[in-house]
């Protein structure tokens, strides 16, 4: 049987994502819709719950996302979160105006009539709000649920619609009680039963796969990281020899890492295992490439062109499986048809790619692709996946490509392969890698003077990263402690050849980014 379902509009807001995980945390399967999504594949779907996202406009100009007034009147709950809430207040004849002082950051609110929203809730709260313009009046049958010093009106509802609006965002951690806020959303206002549960598509999974499967091969491109190594445990336990993983290693993987990726699925899985080992090829192709995009592209492009010749000689008459989940689909516009606006290009995607045109499948499998990462995780867990697979560190896809600054050679290579393994050692030692979310080395194009004995040394410089986040949409530098700081400082100028020097990148996000290119 299907999930129940809760629908999320998407206004352009940056949290989709994250309100989505947020209720899927919460037992309930949800999947992210545009707000041009047709009322009538809306009715199809037939959701017992919608919650409308935050966006970048003001509802009062015309190029402005909208939505029709027949939405509201499927009586289906609906939640609307910052410009959501002004969306419902202003669709249904409210007004919105720009705020005389706008509210950003953590603001408390105060309950000023009873909401199931705000059940076991103290009457004071932290939120976060991030607005500049705000309801100053409610649609008729509306009333006023709680507010700020400056904002007068901070939620509203209308319960005999099941209408609610919040003009802050629950779905940040920030929010002290948001995610409780959602939860009653969905279990007191929707009725949801919560019957997202991992055991459960791991069961339902697998006896798909077998089903659709039969008795023909599948391939699946195993890069070693999370996602694909989670599809080849399922696969492998749908179907066993059936399946075949191309495991490429074009040389930009950890210190290492490939050799344990070998181990790891040719030990544990009843599988076919093929490596391909190409770092000299990628190399070739990199020889004088400096810009970051231009690396990730050749990088990109270098992968599939090996990866696709060695898919022809394995030959094509089964399915191809891949390693997608749910925020890939989003991001390569698969599973999102908003069209807001364009945004700056921070870094390429390669999740999704286009299939060579002489290679024909039965058919493409991705077991993962209506799940998010932690999600995915979980389901490694269950499926017996070893811990450092399961909880392995993020990894861009084009590798140490991206944490190699400027051109990328051998010797630049060996060097960060050495240096981020030592630093990674050093903080399991210390006891404060479960507090880090992500950690790794940086070699920048860059060479300081130094002195190591009596000689003047020129040579690399070092940087060092690690951040604590809940979501990655945000980032805090880490505070490691000054003792390992200088422990690793010690280690990489000392164990490492052509290391002269140590920086910690003591950046957030934003400004910065988490990775470096």
Request: proline letters at 4%.
């Amino acid at each position: 049987m299907a999930n129940q379902l809760c629908i999320v509009l998407d206004f352009g807001g940056q949290y989709n994502q994250l309100i989505a995980r947020r209720v899927r945390e919460c037992g309930v399967y949800c999947e992210i819709k545009s707000y041009t999504t047709p009322i009538g594949e809306i009715r199809e779907l037939d959701p017992m719950g919608i919650i409308f996202t935050g966006g970048p406009n003001s509802v009062y100009e015309e190029s402005s996302p909208h939505i029709s007034k027949e939405i509201f009147e499927l009586g289906i709950p609906i939640l609307g979160l910052c410009y959501g809430c002004q969306i419902v207040a202003y669709t249904l004849g409210g007004c919105v105006e720009a705020c005389e002082k706008s509210e950003f950051g953590k603001i408390e609110i105060t309950q000023k009539h009873e909401t199931p929203i705000f059940k076991d809730i103290p009457e004071k709260n932290i939120v976060w709000m991030s607005h500049g313009d705000y309801v100053s009046k409610l649609p008729e049958g509306f009333y006023v649920t709680s507010q700020s010093a400056d904002c007068p009106c901070a939620s509203f509802e209308n319960p005999e619609k099941k209408l609610y609006a919040l003009q802050f965002h629950p779905e940040v951690t920030h929010s002290e009680f948001g995610k409780q806020m959602l939860r009653n959303f969905l279990y007191e206002v929707c009725c949801f039963s919560g019957d997202w549960v991992m055991d459960d598509f791991i069961d339902k999974t697998v006896a798909e796969l077998r089903e659709q499967i039969g008795d023909k091969n599948v391939i699946l491109g195993l890069s070693g990281g999370v996602d694909s190594s989670v599809a080849a445990g399922l696969l492998s336990r749908a179907v066993g020899k059936q399946l075949t993983c191309v495991f490429v290693d074009q040389g930009l993987m950890r210190k290492d890492e490939g050799d344990f990726v070998e181990e790891t699925f040719t030990k544990l899985f009843d599988m076919n295992f093929v490596r391909v080992n190409c770092k000299d090829k990628f190399l070739s192709a990199l020889k004088g490439v400096t810009d970051p995009e231009k690396k990730r592209k050749i990088i990109g492009t270098e992968f599939y062109n090996v990866f696709w010749d060695k898919i022809r000689e394995q030959g094509t008459d089964g399915f191809f499986a891949q390693g997608t989940i749910y925020p890939d689909r989003i991001e390569s516009g698969k599973g999102n048809k908003a069209g807001h606006g364009k945004t700056d290009v921070i870094k390429t995607h390669h999740n999704m790619v286009e299939m060579p045109e002489d290679i024909q499948f039965a058919g493409t499998i991705e077991p993962l692709k209506d799940l998010f990462k932690d999600e995915v995780r979980a389901v490694g867990e269950k499926l017996g996946i070893p811990h450092d697979l399961v909880w392995r560190q993020p990894f861009p896809g084009p590798g140490l490509g991206v944490r190699i600054l400027g051109e990328i050679t051998e010797n630049k290579i060996k060097v960060l392969q050495e240096a981020d393994a030592v630093f990674r050692d050093e903080i399991r030692k210390s006891g404060i890698e479960s507090e880090l979310k992500q950690f790794f080395a940086v070699l920048p194009d860059v060479r300081t003077v130094g002195v190591m004995g009596d000689h003047r040394t020129y040579d690399h410089l070092i940087a060092i990263r690690a951040v604590t986040t809940d979501d990655f949409m945000t980032a805090d530098w880490a505070r490691i402690p000054y003792d390992v700081l200088a422990r690793v400082s010690n280690r990489l100028t000392n164990e490492v050849e052509h290391v002269n020097r140590v920086v910690y990148d003591i950046t957030s996000k934003p400004p910065g980014t988490v990775e470096w290119e």
